[in-house]
């Protein structure tokens, strides 16, 4: 059965202000993938992030999506507004004081087409209390969110991402939520989740990013696929424009990587 992508990049081009950021930009995802994007800072992995959410309007190219059943596929040529995509943001973008609690937060998910003052069916709240349990914030679904650990925070936000059974799921940077503790348990909940769900993950981390994911994107200035973990030294060092011992990941696990030279 020859799969169709649910998300289709073509030739896209991005960029503020007349500068491109982004240019020719082809990448496919299918229903299971689990897709790791790396790049140097200011690369351009947000804003590909920020076009794909259909948050930032392209320059050129497209994107197109496919949503429905495997023999009914139809397209939304300009906007991501019906396809249903999970987002878990930058930790740095989260506004803590905001005064809403964890099961808020989960169902929060759920509310996109609705205002905010009306209420939830039972069926939609029997969902959020299987998100709570599956994310183990169980007796925190009260707590307001400015009062959780990283981790906690991390899971509640990752509920509401799920909460929608999106066909796609994008984290970025997951890693930066302090709480390295939920790390090993947040990349095992992933795991899970991409049993019915694509995954995109943004990652600084590399080395990280390379032991969970399938297949690997680095995006700078344009995106290079690659279609499985076995990458070289070389070809990060050719996408990331610089030597990899000036990545800052001196402890890449070895056994992922393919044939390398040293050359000091
Ligand atoms: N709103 C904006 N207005 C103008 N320029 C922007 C804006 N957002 C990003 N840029 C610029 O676009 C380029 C790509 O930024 P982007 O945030 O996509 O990179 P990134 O790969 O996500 O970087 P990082 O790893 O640092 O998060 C950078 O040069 C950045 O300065």
């Not at 299971?32 to 190219?61: A, H, R, S």
């Not at 925190?140 to 981790?151: P, V, Y």
Request: aromatic share 6%; with cysteine; charged share 20%.
């Amino acid at each position: 059965m020859a799969a169709t992508p649910i998300i289709e990049i073509k030739n896209l081009s991005a960029g503020y202000d007349g500068r491109t950021v982004l240019h020719d930009v082809n990448l496919n995802i299918y229903e299971q993938d689990f897709l790791g994007i790396i790049g140097p800072n200011g690369g351009g992995k947000t804003t590909l992030i920020k076009c794909i959410l259909g948050l930032l309007k392209p320059t050129g190219g497209e994107i197109i999506f496919h949503i429905g059943q495997n023999d009914n596929h139809f397209q939304i040529p300009t906007s991501s507004s019906e396809i249903s995509l999970g987002y878990l943001p930058q930790y740095n973008s989260i506004d803590r004081k905001f005064p809403i609690s964890v099961e808020e937060v989960i169902l929060s998910g759920l509310s996109i087409q609705k205002s905010l003052t009306s209420r939830f069916t039972p069926e939609q709240k029997e969902k959020g209390k299987q998100i709570v349990s599956r994310m183990g914030l169980e007796g925190l679904e009260h707590r307001a969110i400015g009062q959780l650990s990283g981790g906690q925070l991390q899971r509640a936000l990752l509920g509401r991402a799920i909460i929608s059974d999106p066909s796609a799921l994008i984290l970025d940077e997951p890693s930066t939520y302090i709480d390295k503790r939920f790390e090993a348990r947040l990349y095992e909940l992933l795991a899970e989740i991409n049993k019915e769900c694509a995954i995109i993950l943004v990652s600084h981390d590399i080395g990280t990013v390379l032991q969970q994911v399938k297949s690997i994107a680095c995006v700078n200035e344009t995106l290079d696929y690659h279609p499985d973990t076995e990458v070289t030294t070389e070809w990060l060092e050719k996408n990331f424009n610089c030597p990899i011992e000036l990545l800052g990941h001196g402890t890449l696990p070895h056994r992922i990587l393919g044939e390398h030279h040293h050359h000091h």
